[in-house]
């Protein structure tokens, strides 16, 4: 099994700043694609940003300028830099991971959730 832990979320004013971390344990070959999304209430889970191991990124523009994604391949950890947070940032923060848990097999696992919430 593979378990995906996070970690860092919080409440902070608008303007202000967090970092969720999220590490990976368990049987793992490998990861692929490491990750963030969220949900905010009355929402569809969407996408926050990702990156393979290679260092590929992928942002959407509603986060762009203001949130880092980041990896450390060797902890099989990911990290997501919170900047110039706004109150539409407010949700539930979901890790995410493309494992190889066997040669030629991949699953996606998600961690449990860390609240964001900005205040205005």
């Known amino acids: 099994q593979v378990q995906l832990v996070e970690s860092g979320g919080g409440l902070v004013q608008a303007g202000g700043s967090l970092r969720l971390s999220c590490a990976a344990s368990g049987r793992i070959l490998g990861i692929n694609r490491m990750g963030w999304y969220r949900q905010a209430p009355g929402k569809q889970r969407e996408l926050v940003a990702t990156?393979?191991?290679?260092?590929?990124?992928n942002v959407p523009d509603s986060v762009k300028g203001r949130f880092t994604v980041s990896r450390d391949n060797a902890k099989n950890a990911v990290y997501l830099q919170m900047n110039s947070l706004k109150p539409e940032d407010t949700a539930v923060y979901y890790c995410?991971?493309?494992?190889?848990?066997?040669?030629?097999?991949?699953?996606?696992?998600w961690g449990q959730g860390t609240q964001v919430t900005v205040s205005s």
């Open positions: 995410n991971a493309e494992v190889s848990v066997a040669l030629f097999r991949w699953n996606d696992y």
């Open positions: 990156v393979t191991s290679g260092g590929t990124t």
